[in-house]
T-cell receptor, first 115, second 110 residues
Framework: DAGVIQSPRHEVTEMGQEVTLRCKPI?????LFWYRQTMMRGLELLIY????????DSGMPEDRFSAKMPNASFSTLKIQPSEPRDSAVYFC?????????????FGSGTRLTVV | DQQVKQNSPSLSVQEGRISILNCDYT??????FLWYKKYPAEGPTFLIS?????DKNEDGRFTVFLNKSAKHLSLHIVPSQPGDSAVYFCAASAGGKLIFGQGTELSVKP
């Protein structure tokens, strides 16, 4: 089991550019979550999917952010256009729905820097 | 509006002593509370959880206490070890999703 795989591990981009973060969840997990870690707010839930369907995107900060899950093994988080305040570590996590939270497995994260 | 709050950004403890990490929440509908541990350059990993109908859960050196009337939970680590040095996140579960706090960085000194 390779765990949750995120790419890239680090991304440095210029303000205004489009950024795409990628996630491969654990095979068999049917829930997928995108989180953002900042010093001030800790781990913020951006959006989550059940069975590839977006369930709650209330944490997505602005229309510049979008997420897709075209199939059970792949998800993307896109920021267009990017801004310096988007700089953070973005985590993807997957779980088997109904595990009460302890079944979350996180990826290693993507550290995004927007200059 | 932070539903889960960890008011101490950092904590330093001597090896062998007790570490106590605290967390407050606002939503009475949370059904599970969890603690995750995070090392640098890694994702958070699950440590221990407690159901909202219980007030204590113990797993080895780790014990979580839940005080529902105060909407407060704490994680006790006894005895603390240098390998416990990490960021600890408190989380609460509701509607199939986890809400996390800001994290507390624990440093255990030899």
């Amino acid at each position: 089991d390779a765990g949750v795989i995120q790419s890239p591990r680090h991304e440095v981009t210029e303000m205004g550019q489009e950024v795409t973060l990628r996630c491969k969840p654990i095979s068999g997990h049917n829930s997928l979550f995108w989180y953002r870690q900042t010093m001030m707010r800790g781990l913020e839930l951006l959006i989550y999917f059940n069975n590839n369907v977006p369930i709650d995107d209330s944490g997505m900060p602005e229309d510049r952010f979008s997420a897709k899950m075209p199939n059970a093994s792949f998800s993307t988080l896109k920021i267009q256009p990017s801004e310096p305040r988007d700089s953070a570590v973005y985590f993807c996590a997957s779980s088997l729905r109904g595990t009460g939270g302890y079944g979350y497995t996180f990826g290693s994260g993507t550290r995004l820097t927007v200059v | 509006d932070q539903q889960v709050k960890q008011n101490s950004p950092s904590l330093s403890v001597q090896e062998g002593r007790i570490s106590i990490l605290n967390c407050d929440y606002t939503n009475s509908m949370f059904d599970y509370f969890l603690w995750y541990k995070k090392y640098p350059a890694e994702g958070p990993t699950f440590l221990i959880s407690i159901s909202s109908i219980k007030d204590k859960n113990e797993d080895g050196r780790f014990t979580v206490f839940l005080n529902k009337s105060a909407k407060h939970l704490s994680l006790h680590i006894v005895p603390s070890q240098p390998g416990d040095s990490a960021v600890y996140f408190c989380a609460a579960s509701a509607g199939g999703k986890l809400i996390f706090g800001q994290g507390t960085e624990l440093s255990v000194k030899p």
